[in-house]
């Protein structure tokens, strides 16, 4: 492995992992909700679940977003990438949903610029003006730093799977082998969205995940929670 391609693994695998301190295990985008109402009661529903959620959902516009923001960041496209910044930010289908994306958005910039700062990233972020959801802030900090979009979004939809994983496995509860079960089950499926989502344009965005939606948004009146959406 050369010397750009190992420092960019391991960025990506730092930035991506559970220990990147995003507060992603405070966030369950609805899955809290699903599981109180009986959507989600095993390891089965859970997979079902999260295949819709990546592949006619959120997973799949993020996605895009991702794709679309490390492209203008990476061939200097600054209107692009304000125009993208604002439709990503308004693109949540709920204020729980809006939180945990900007949130989470807002902690990967600010702990890459402490820890992984370069020039091109300030300039970047120097262009955005409003809200960095997390899609764009790791399409940002990914082309700013050069590292290749695919396999960034692919790590990204990884994480993202698994962090949707780790709350259901608390919320059900599942075991662990299940959680990893469910894991290699939807692997296709994140590679197929990242796949379809590296030929999409803004466009081709849209989702079809009503009910996902609809458990984000009974979330913010639901009597007893553990997550933050």
Same mark, same amino acid.
């Given at each position: 492995?050369?010397?750009n391609?190992?420092?960019a693994?391991y960025r *990506?695998?730092?930035? *991506?992992?559970?220990?990147?301190p #995003?507060?992603a295990?405070?966030?369950?985008?609805? %899955?809290e909700? !699903?599981?109180? !109402?009986?959507d989600i009661?095993d390891?089965a529903?859970?997979?079902?679940?999260?295949?819709?959620?990546?592949?006619?959902g959120?997973g799949?516009?993020?996605? #895009?977003?991702l794709?679309?923001?490390?492209?203008?960041?990476?061939?200097?496209?600054?209107?692009g *990438?304000g125009e993208?910044?604002?439709?990503?930010?308004?693109?949540a289908?709920s204020?729980e949903?809006? *939180?945990?994306?900007?949130?989470?958005g807002r902690?990967?910039?600010?702990?890459?610029?402490?820890?992984?700062?370069?020039?091109?990233?300030d300039?970047?972020?120097?262009?955005?003006g409003?809200? %960095? #959801?997390?899609?764009?802030?790791?399409?940002?900090?990914? !082309?700013?730093?050069?590292?290749?979009?695919?396999a960034?979004?692919?790590?990204?939809?990884?994480?993202?799977?698994?962090?949707?994983i780790?709350?259901?496995?608390?919320? #059900?509860?599942?075991?662990?082998?299940d959680?990893?079960?469910v894991?290699?089950?939807?692997e296709? %499926?994140?590679? !197929?969205t990242?796949?379809?989502?590296?030929?999409?344009?803004l466009d081709?965005?849209?989702?079809?995940?009503?009910?996902?939606?609809?458990?984000?948004m009974?979330?913010?009146?639901?009597?007893?929670?553990?997550?933050r959406?």
């Amino acid at each position: 492995m050369q010397g750009n391609e190992a420092a960019a693994l391991y960025r *990506l695998l730092t930035w *991506l992992s559970p220990s990147f301190p #995003v507060g992603a295990f405070s966030y369950s985008s609805g %899955i809290e909700w !699903a599981v109180e !109402a009986g959507d989600i009661a095993d390891a089965a529903s859970l997979r079902g679940w999260l295949a819709a959620m990546l592949a006619d959902g959120p997973g799949f516009c993020d996605g #895009v977003f991702l794709a679309q923001t490390h492209r203008a960041a990476s061939s200097g496209d600054d209107a692009g *990438l304000g125009e993208i910044v604002e439709l990503a930010s308004a693109f949540a289908p709920s204020r729980e949903r809006h *939180l945990e994306t900007s949130a989470q958005g807002r902690a990967f910039v600010e702990i890459a610029r402490a820890a992984w700062n370069c020039a091109a990233l300030d300039r970047l972020i120097a262009c955005c003006g409003g809200a %960095i #959801v997390y899609p764009v802030a790791v399409g940002l900090v990914s !082309a700013a730093h050069a590292i290749p979009l695919a396999a960034t979004l692919h790590a990204f939809l990884h994480a993202l799977t698994s962090n949707w994983i780790s709350a259901g496995a608390r919320l #059900v509860p599942l075991g662990q082998t299940d959680g990893q079960r469910v894991l290699a089950q939807l692997e296709p %499926i994140v590679a !197929a969205t990242a796949a379809r989502a590296l030929e999409a344009s803004l466009d081709d965005l849209g989702s079809a995940t009503f009910r996902a939606d609809l458990a984000s948004m009974r979330h913010e009146t639901q009597y007893t929670r553990l997550f933050r959406s």
